[in-house]
């Protein structure tokens, strides 16, 4: 028996023949091992990273990281990451909240993959912001490119997007409504509303929106309030208030604040003050909808029926009031020529500390000037200065026409000159005023051709009017014959409708003679300027 611990001759030849043919390179090995190594080295390092920005987005889940926005971008791509759906999603997410949709844009074209979710962040980011158009748009790219059908927030999103075009688009609207049928979302209570809301808006309320709303399985307080408020904006204030009753009679929902200021406004809106008062007893009725809004609703109610003492009898008994009941109350005491309450009231707001914002200092203007009240007005356009309200166009406006109305034509051009936004309104405003104590001449001095006239950008009737009425009135109609008026592109001004308020105010009628639509701007001056004489001496052409 052979020993194995002896190896044969034949053996030592094997194994040393493969000894010569595989001789051992330790550098090849080495080399192998190291880069066996850096490749394991590198995947645990792009681990480590893309756990870091995993992190790092996490974390700014709930900010508004508007400053970082590019920075983790850049760092996105210089790790290598820009392909990858998570991170294109987190950035297409982190631009939609910082509004920058052009970024947002420019992510999502790139994605690699375009998952149903990343469509929904698309068209929501775009609907959020307003861009209907848009919305739309990514929303039939979708149709086209995704495979998977719309989810819930997209379909919503989209009919939010059609309400606001136009007022609803009709025919965009059916063709949803049918794609929403058929995905079986025609009778859910969320996207139904948004279906009663398009169809309202769009001036479909019997056959549209009233047929969504009682196909409806379950009707919440949102699609009652959009119902009732689509009866009441469309002049139907009966079947509003029908339905409202039907509401609280039956106790098929709690009605809330919303409902309560909807219904509200829609009976400001149509004076409708009958309807009004039953809905300020269910008020009275639920104190727990006693809150502020309802309550500055009722006092706009009031003050739009012209029930000025009621709305001011509301107000003293609130316990609870913000800047809005103010300029509520002030703007109702203007609409009904309370102007000298409108003022008491106003200074009674500033003494208790309130801060009238532009609105109620574009009020109380008016207010100064149908009262020619000067040194009232100038307090309140001290505290517009202090308030830093100044550069607001409509507190400008309301400067200039209380100045050109409280006979201080200096002051209102002072106000002029220093106005960034010199538009129709300013100068209808001068205009008026200038002409009205025959000083026109003034305003644009003897040289017409390098007058301010030529820098009117947007002239309409009132402004042509004024214009006129100013030079007959001032005897300068020669050296304004020729004066060249701009109007702004898309924007023609019709002469008649001058030729209206010539003879409503001088009481005249039409002359058979006068083919008034063939004139141009520059005959019109001239027709102008010799006509307003008889008309406003004789009171008939």
Not at 95 to 109: E, H, K, M, N
Not at 253 to 261: A, E, N
Not at 323 to 345: C, H, P, R
């Amino acid at each position: 028996m052979r020993n194995p611990g002896v190896v044969g001759a034949h053996h030592l030849r094997r194994y040393s023949g493969i000894a010569r043919e595989r001789p051992l390179n330790l550098a090849t090995a080495s080399h192998s091992l190291l880069c066996s190594l850096n490749s394991c080295f590198l995947f645990v390092q792009q681990s480590t990273k893309r756990r870091q920005l995993v992190n790092l987005f996490q974390s700014l889940a709930h900010l508004n990281p508007l400053s970082l926005c590019n920075q983790i971008h850049a760092q996105v791509v210089v790790s290598g990451f820009q392909n990858d759906t998570y991170f294109a999603q987190a950035l297409l997410s982190i631009y939609g909240r910082c509004q920058r949709l052009r970024y947002a844009r420019s992510v999502f074209d790139k994605m690699p993959n375009m998952s149903l979710a990343s469509w929904s962040s698309m068209v929501s980011m775009y609907a959020r912001n307003g861009f209907s158009e848009e919305t739309l748009s990514v929303f039939l790219e979708s149709r086209r490119s995704c495979n998977e059908s719309p989810n819930r927030d997209i379909l919503a999103n989209v009919l939010r997007a059609c309400t606001r075009m136009s007022g609803g688009d009709g025919d965009i609207g059916q063709q949803l409504h049918c794609f929403l049928v058929k995905l079986g979302f025609d009778r859910d209570v969320y996207m139904g509303t948004f279906l009663v809301d398009l169809y309202a808006k769009n001036g479909d309320i019997d056959d549209g929106a009233r047929m969504v709303f009682d196909g409806l399985v379950e009707k919440s307080e949102i699609a009652w309030t959009t119902i009732v408020t689509a009866y009441a904006r469309s002049g139907r204030s009966d079947e509003s208030l029908r339905l409202f009753n039907e509401v609280v009679g039956g106790n098929k929902i709690s009605p809330d604040r919303y409902l309560m200021c909807s219904v509200l406004n829609a009976c400001a809106m149509l004076k409708f003050f009958e309807g009004g008062k039953q809905i300020h007893c269910q008020v009275l009725r639920r104190a727990t909808e006693m809150d502020v809004s309802v309550v500055n609703a009722l006092i706009d109610l009031y003050s739009k029926c012209g029930r000025v003492q009621g709305a001011r009898k509301i107000f003293d008994q609130m316990v609870d009031r913000n800047v809005i009941s103010w300029t509520t109350m002030i703007s109702g005491y203007m609409q009904n020529a309370f102007d000298k309450e409108a003022m008491k009231l106003f200074s009674e707001m500033t003494k208790l500390g309130w801060n009238p914002d532009e609105v109620v200092c574009a009020t109380i203007l008016m207010s100064c000037g149908s009262i020619e009240a000067l040194e009232q007005g100038r307090e309140v356009h001290a505290y517009i200065i202090k308030a830093n309200l100044e550069c607001d166009p409509y507190v400008k406006n309301g400067l200039i026409d209380m100045y050109t109305k409280c006979n201080s034509l200096t002051d209102a051009r002072r106000v002029f000159d220093v106005t960034d936004c010199q538009n129709v309104v300013c100068y209808n405003a001068l205009i008026e005023g200038y002409s009205r104590h025959e000083q026109l001449v003034y305003l644009f001095g003897e040289d017409t051709t390098s007058s301010k006239l030529h820098d009117i950008v947007i002239l309409n009737s009132t402004t042509i009017y004024d214009f006129c009425k100013g030079i007959a009135n001032s005897k300068t109609m020669p050296r304004y014959a020729d004066t060249s008026a701009k109007t702004s592109s898309g924007f023609q001004l019709h002469p008649e409708n001058i030729y209206d308020k010539y003879f409503a105010e001088s009481g005249g009628v039409y002359s058979s003679k006068v083919n008034y639509g063939s004139y141009d701007i520059q005959t019109l001056l001239r027709w102008c300027a010799f006509a307003i004489p008889w008309t406003f001496t004789e009171g008939e052409y």
